[in-house]
């Protein structure tokens, strides 16, 4: 229910975040191999990895600090993945 634009720029920040591309969590087209990326796919692990912590984030955020209650708590800019990855795939324990 957001943008094309939006959704990219969210994407990016993820890719950033993570010091990853778009390859880590989405795979290729299954029509066109190695070209095109099937965004719809559920096939890579790791895809539900990163939602999981996309809702963690939402969640720590909602709990954790004020926010207005008319902005979606995705769009804030408190605690990110940044936060904890500094630019890596996997954050140090």
């Known amino acids: 229910d957001i943008s094309e634009q939006k959704l ?4 990016e920040s993820y890719n950033k975040a993570l010091g990853v591309n778009c390859k880590f969590c989405h ?10 990326m099937d965004y719809a796919s559920d096939k890579e692990p790791m895809k539900e990895n990163a939602r999981k912590m996309m ?5 720590i955020n909602k709990t954790h600090f004020y926010f207005n209650k008319e902005e979606r708590p995705e769009y ?15 954050p140090e324990q």
């Open 27 to 36: 795979v290729t087209s299954v029509v066109f191999p190695g070209t095109e």
């Open 76 to 90: 804030l800019n408190v605690v990110t993945c940044r936060t904890c990855h500094r630019g890596e795939p996997f």
């Open 8 to 11: 990219d720029s969210i994407m």
């Open 55 to 59: 809702r963690m984030t939402i969640e």
